[in-house]
């Protein structure tokens, strides 16, 4: 028997039960089933137990590995688990809705968790190189007014530059942008992206 496809599914509305992104993701992973059949699913909902870096976070991450002590260790456990699930995952859906021109704070806690010299990217003399990779990534990002690549989507590019960060470049956008001004133009133009990221068999 092939092997399930492991998907880490990560939803970042601060509003889950009329999420308009996570229903997007919902039918992400429908149609993936259908195009890939089995998939084995982790979920997590940023909204949830994520806490913000501080400074004995930062101490800590900064502490070779050998050195650490069992607090520090302990400061880190959330990050080294957040880390695992995207090493487990070979395919990675992340739904967002733009906050202010940018990423909700609960995605960007989970960005700052994730993003550790020497375990997800290190340094070279010709500049940082990701350590993740060969997976794919599907992200789902709906806005209410602004236009996807327009001037003052601080979201979507920077979004890309930090899954390439990690390693990750096989990434993938579904927008539903200007929801406020045609919800279901946007919305069936979201589909249709997804319907096209993974065609049915014929
Ligand atoms: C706190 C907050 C800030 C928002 N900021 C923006 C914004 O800067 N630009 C925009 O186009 N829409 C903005 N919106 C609208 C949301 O992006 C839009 O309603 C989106 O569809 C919500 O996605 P969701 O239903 O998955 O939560 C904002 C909404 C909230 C609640």
Redesign the pocket.
């Known amino acids: 028997m092939p092997t399930p496809t492991r998907m880490l599914r990560l939803d970042a ?3 889950p039960a ?5 229903q997007l993701g919902d039918r992400l992973l429908r149609q993936a089933r259908a195009v890939n059949g089995d998939l084995e699913l982790r979920q997590r909902d940023l909204n949830q137990g994520l806490s913000f870096i501080d400074p004995s976070w930062v101490g800590a991450n900064f502490t070779p590995a050998d050195a650490r002590d069992d607090a520090q260790r302990e400061r880190l456990a959330l990050s080294d688990e957040l880390i695992d699930e995207l090493v487990w995952a070979d395919h990675i859906v992340l ?1 967002t ?5 940018s990423v909700p704070a609960t995605l960007k806690a989970w960005i700052d968790l994730v993003c550790r010299a020497g375990v997800t990217f290190r340094y070279t003399p010709e500049g940082p190189v990701g350590l993740l990779g060969g997976k794919r990534v599907d992200i789902v990002i ?5 236009p996807l690549d327009s001037p003052v989507d601080f979201l979507s590019g920077y979004l890309r530059q930090i899954f390439n960060f990690i390693g990750l470049t096989d990434v993938n956008i579904v927008g539903a942008d200007r ?2 001004v045609d919800a279901d133009a946007s919305f069936d133009s979201a589909i249709g992206q997804i319907e096209q990221s993974y065609p049915a068999a014929a």
């Open positions: 509305s601060a509003n009329e999420s308009a992104s996570k739904t809705p733009m906050y202010n021109f709906t806005t209410g007014g602004v929801m406020n």
